[in-house]
């Protein structure tokens, strides 16, 4: 049985989160996962949820010591596009929400913390492909510096006071399953549902523009491997790479034209291209594939196809 465990998904309607909980309900147990957020979530949900910011840190001890929480997956952050129109409140969220967690595992009342990093730590200086776990990072936004920082208090915290702490720097996230939360990477998510509703998408990037993606099963996956992972299995306390797909919004378009023909795409570049013309091209996450045996299910054909599929089948039961 694995009902010891009582997790807290702090940022549990989000475009990760959604999946993340409802996958943590299912292997856990609904009585043993606790979802919180600002709001209410718009469906009817099953599982435990608590109205909360990470900042009201009076607000977390209480969940904390009220459900005994053992595991905290932190996932409320302000994204990248979102982040630069929002600096402050930015850096707040992403650094002062991790601290508070990290501050009530030092207080001994949480025993295991999952908190994301992004592939926004890296900038213009760090080479486009095959990025290495240890190439040089110098982010270009609030968010990536925002990652950098964070993953570094990981470190701190794991090294000066023994806190189990995990993470990996996930690349741009694509589902069908929830709505993404303003990241750069955004139009991977959008372009399906535009394809299947209108037959048309207008694109915020540039048609080359090539970036990490991961589709959001392997996502999930590689979230809930790293915290189910003996702690003697992960080296690496500041944030591990992460890998699965890269492509340009013009591979993608191709893909999906192989199911929808008609599709069509127009590229109109804005300032979150520029954005992403700091990120790099590919990622090597070896470290990751050696120490706790990640490994990707999906390449993008794959991916498609079943993005297409599901997305198909959730806008036909909406007009019946």
Request: glycine share 6%; net charge positive.
């Amino acid at each position: 049985m694995l009902s010891h465990k009582k997790i807290l998904v702090i940022g549990s309607n989000g475009q990760i989160g959604t999946v993340l909980i409802k996958t943590l309900c299912e292997k856990y147990g609904y009585e043993n996962v606790i979802g919180s957020d600002l709001k209410h979530p718009d469906k009817q949900i099953k599982f435990i949820f608590e109205l909360c910011s990470v900042l009201d840190k009076d607000k977390l001890e209480q969940i904390i010591d009220k459900y005994k929480i053992t595991d905290v997956y932190l996932l409320a952050a302000y994204l990248s596009a979102k982040g630069e129109k929002n600096i402050n409140q930015a850096w707040d969220l992403n650094i002062n929400g991790l601290l508070n967690i990290l501050n009530f595992a030092k207080e001994e009342k949480i025993k295991k913390i999952f908190w994301p990093s992004s592939i926004a730590v890296f900038g213009p200086t760090t080479p486009k492909n095959d990025v290495k776990q240890y190439d040089k990072t110098e982010p270009v936004t609030i968010y990536g510096v925002s990652k950098l920082a964070g993953e570094a208090l990981c470190n701190y915290y794991y090294n000066k006071f023994d806190i189990d702490v995990r993470s990996i720097r996930y690349p741009g996230i694509i589902g069908w399953k929830s709505m993404p939360g303003g990241g750069t990477t955004d139009y991977a998510v959008d372009i399906f549902h535009e394809a299947i509703k209108k037959s048309k998408y207008s694109c915020f990037l540039s048609e080359n523009r090539i970036l990490p993606m991961m589709y959001m099963d392997d996502a999930i996956n590689a979230t809930i491997s790293i915290m189910d992972s003996p702690s003697e299995k992960i080296k690496i306390r500041t944030s591990y790479n992460l890998s699965s797909l890269s492509f340009s919004p013009k591979q993608i378009e191709s893909e999906i034209k192989k199911h929808i023909e008609n599709f069509e795409v127009k590229y109109e570049p804005d300032e979150r291209d520029n954005l992403a013309a700091g990120w790099p091209q590919s990622i090597n996450d070896d470290y990751a594939r050696k120490d706790w045996g990640w490994k990707p299910n999906y390449n993008l054909s794959h991916m498609v196809s079943d993005i297409i599929l599901n997305l198909n089948k959730k806008y036909s039961k909406k007009k019946v």
